[in-house]
């Protein structure tokens, strides 16, 4: 394998050389085969490869029709490659030799992009390309919290680097999604208190303040996006309202999911002791509430068929479902049981009966809420109240 | 070598449009400000272009540009679209005041600006159930332009008093003509879903700049409320940059819910829901999945598509855009299997090469996918890409069977086309890479 590309790259070379050493006129080649040639190694990962053999297309007849496409794929390779130092000198080439041509426009714009990212005169040229390599190997991992470490250090060892503000946001961007929340706070506030004032700052301020919303901490979020009204433009501002209004209705439905849990784990006590009551004891209550009550023999051919009909549809719904239909059952089982429990003991009285409604319907509410907060399916059902149903 | 086409200078004389009674000797007074609006639609044949303006019933029919400058005559939110082939034409959208009827570009090849073409211009009524603001649009179609050139414009007009007030002067590129220069690449982006997040979206719009794509597909869903000009004033505005000097087409999202606001800002081709084009290599079709009337999917698009992809057996890449995914692992809305049973049968008979769509916040690439078999090689089927990413609150993602990658993230696509060889690169907002893939084809 190694020893393969190893080979193809000396070919390359050598079409390089054939061709820069080689008299006028250019060689007889067929600059469209070896253009093919190029882009064949291009597909096959063999990237070393593909930038010498376009390289060598360009060399082989410069001011032939191939020239400036082949100068330009062999800048993107090298971009690829992480080569920024080569994709720089390339795309300088175009812009400089074929200003005319399709791929000027585009060589202009990566190398402000390339020389942004390297400084004026190349003097980041080092960090650079390590961070786009670090970068590179985050690709499609589902664990990249190595190159989230490996950045960290690069970023700690050269706090002055331009690229500095965005790695450190891509740092807490990528703890955030592999879980790692307060590794991710501590990313984000590092990127806080070293990022240049304006917009760097904003989007640090303002990406810290995610983070405290997503860890639940709405207080700490809700400073956090106060404190950056007025350092940017008038949509900025208007992005921290919406910033506001989503750490609202965060803390009003954890507040609701509290209580909604506070409401089921009295119903369980509710229960219980009135189980107790009529029982006369801990252990008989237990066998009481531990025989399924008549009502459940209604509610699960009805929560299988629910069931059953919203494994077919959208996720979320079916998760709810699931939830909703095993808190009806554990509802249905124990107050139908205490209730028949109450019942052999002698005639149900009017306070045990509403206590055991009330407990259900306390409990049918918080289970609900429960399940369509969970995953925000709530906002998808507040969407379709707001924007009606999407059709269909 | 290069031929010159005379460059069609439509609407170059009010004397060519006699019939319209806007273009009469007095056109230049009525400003329209205190005429009713009639905002029936209406259509206005472009000379030289061989396709209509349209207007949809909530605008004012597109009447040829006069010589009014009102009180505030600056254009603003200045995009570029086509209504007609890219390779020879090119269209620029723009605001100003509701006076201002001027509708002038000037433009020429490189940095020349030694040509000079009349666009047309209408009103509508923006909000739900038209109770917001009335919105002046210019809209100018170029034609017979040379494939594969870089162009310079500035856009605004000349009031009857010889002021003039012109845009800054930007850049545009036609596309490659695919037979005179079969071998040309070009670079398309794709992203969608912006919807409330304006300040992400305007982020993005200056990454994608960076990479220069010579086209943008837009897939659906720029604004939540289709009806809200607000909303499509921070998507214009945020976007300006970039979309001055790129063409952007969308795709028509759920949210967009066919709203005047929509047809009426956007430059696009055939009737601006279900239509295609060749770009270079690329021929990209462009479905509507929220049609106003959803018996569409089955009947108006897919006759369409069936047609469309029929005729376009030749062309290197075929690429599919649409709002809705087929094939998505997103919590929010999943695959649509409707749409797999309707428009996945003609994909996989066509060979769709990918298929671009957003509708789910999230990024995903799914493996080759033909009928419900699920492929290893690019050969083996379609590739599903989720871009729905451009701003708007992302959701979860639970990767399944046919996934490749996905995340929920912020993100942009860039893809690249040349014969035998498509090569996609995805890009968070923050600018890091995402994913990667290539396909290679025998030419
Ligand atoms: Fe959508």
Redesign the pocket.
């Known amino acids: 394998m190694r020893a393969a590309t190893i080979g193809r790259i000396l070919v390359a070379v050598a079409l390089v050389a054939l061709a820069v050493v080689g008299a006028a006129p250019a060689r007889a080649g067929d600059p469209a085969a070896d253009f093919r040639a190029a882009t064949r190694l291009y597909a096959d990962g063999d990237l070393d490869a593909a930038q010498a053999a376009f390289e060598a297309v360009a060399a082989a007849d410069p001011r032939g029709p191939w020239a400036d496409d082949a100068l330009s794929e062999a800048a993107n390779v090298a971009e690829k490659r992480g080569d920024l130092d080569a994709a720089r000198r390339l795309w300088r080439r175009v812009v400089d030799e074929y200003p005319q041509s399709r791929q000027s426009r585009r060589a202009r714009a990566r190398l402000a992009a390339i020389e942004a990212e390297i400084g004026a005169g190349g003097q980041w040229l080092e960090v650079a390309e390590q961070h786009e390599a670090i970068l590179r190997a985050a690709i499609g991992v589902s664990d990249p919290t190595p190159q989230a470490r490996a950045l960290a250090a690069l970023v700690a060892a050269h706090p002055d680097y331009p690229r500095a503000p965005e790695a450190r946001l891509w740092i807490g961007d990528t703890l955030l999604r592999v879980g790692e929340v307060d590794r991710a706070l501590a990313a984000y506030r590092d990127a806080v208190a070293h990022a240049p004032a304006g917009d760097a700052a904003w989007r640090a301020g303002k990406a810290l303040g995610d983070g405290l919303l997503v860890a639940g901490r709405f207080d700490d979020a809700e400073h956090v996006y106060r404190g950056l009204y007025g350092q940017g433009d008038a949509l900025a501002d208007r992005a921290l309202d919406g910033a506001l209004d989503d750490v609202a209705r965060a803390r009003r439905r954890h507040r609701l999911g509290l209580a909604a849990w506070l409401a089921l784990g009295l119903g369980v006590l509710v229960v219980a002791g009135l189980a107790w009551r009529s029982a006369g004891g801990p252990i008989a209550a237990l066998r009481g509430l531990a025989r399924p009550p008549l009502e459940l023999w209604y509610f699960l051919p009805v929560a299988v068929v629910l069931g059953a009909v919203a494994a077919s549809g959208n996720q979320l719904v079916e998760r709810a479902v699931r939830w909703i239909l095993l808190g009806g059952l554990v509802t249905t089982w124990l107050c139908g049981a205490g209730l028949e429990l109450a019942r052999r003991r002698g005639r149900l009285r009017l306070p045990l009966v509403a206590a055991h409604l009330a407990v259900a319907i306390a409990a049918v509410a918080s289970v609900g809420y429960l399940a369509v907060m969970h995953d925000r399916l709530i906002d998808m059902i507040a969407e379709t109240i707001a924007h009606g149903h999407e059709g269909r | 070598m290069r031929s010159t086409i005379p460059v069609a200078f439509l609407l170059s004389s009010c004397a060519a449009l006699g019939a319209l009674p806007a273009c009469g000797s007095d056109a230049g007074d009525d400003t329209g400000d205190d005429a009713p609006l009639v905002t029936d639609g209406g259509r206005f044949t472009i000379d030289g272009c061989g396709f209509d303006v349209v207007t949809r019933l909530g605008a004012e029919a597109p009447a040829p540009g006069a010589d009014v400058l009102g009180a505030a005559p600056d254009p603003f939110q200045l995009h570029l679209g086509f209504g007609g082939a890219p390779a020879t034409s090119m269209a620029m959208v723009w605001r100003t005041d509701l006076d201002t009827t001027a509708t002038t570009v000037r433009f020429g090849v490189g940095t020349a600006l030694d040509q000079e073409a009349t666009g047309v211009t209408y009103r509508y009524i923006s909000g739900l159930g038209g109770a917001g603001d009335t919105i002046r649009i210019h809209e100018a179609h170029l034609c017979g332009l040379t494939p594969d050139t870089t162009y310079s414009y500035q856009v605004g007009g000349v009031g009857a008093d010889g002021t003039e007030r012109f845009s800054a002067t930007h850049t545009f590129r036609t596309a490659p003509d695919r037979v005179a220069s079969p071998d040309a690449e070009v670079v398309v982006a794709f992203v969608g ?1 912006s919807r409330g997040g304006y300040d992400v979206w305007g982020n993005l719009t200056q990454a994608i700049a960076a990479r220069s794509p010579d086209l943008i597909i837009f897939t ?2 720029a604004v939540t409320i289709g009806q809200s000009q607000e909303e499509w004033d921070d998507f214009f505005t945020q976007g300006e940059d970039l979309l001055a000097s790129v063409p952007m087409v969308a795709a028509h ?3 967009e819910v066919n709203a005047i606001e929509y047809y009426a800002q956007l430059a696009m081709p055939g009737d601006e829901e279900d239509y295609a084009f060749d770009f270079g290599p690329l021929h990209q079709t462009v479905l509507n999945d929220s049609p106003a009337s959803s018996g569409d999917l089955a009947g108006k698009a897919k006759s369409f598509l069936d047609a469309d992809l029929a005729a376009a057996a030749d062309a290197p890449w075929k690429i599919v855009s649409q ?2 995914s087929l094939w998505s692992s997103g919590t929010r809305h999943g695959s649509d299997t409707t749409l797999r049973q309707e428009w996945g049968v003609v994909y996989d008979q066509y060979l769709v090469d990918v298929v671009v769509s ?2 789910d916040h999230i990024f995903e690439r799914t493996k080759p996918i033909r009928g419900e078999t699920i492929g290893a090689t690019p050969a083996d089927g379609t590739i599903y890409v989720v871009s729905g990413g451009a701003g708007a609150d992302l959701y979860g993602t639970e990767p399944q069977a046919f996934t490749e990658y996905a995340e929920s993230t912020h993100s942009y696509t860039i893809m690249s086309l040349r014969p035998g060889m498509l090569s996609s690169q995805s890009f968070r907002d923050d600018g890091s890479p995402l994913d990667e893939f290539q396909i290679t084809k025998p030419q």
């Open positions: 879903d659906g869903d999202g759920n949210h709002h809705r957003g509708h």
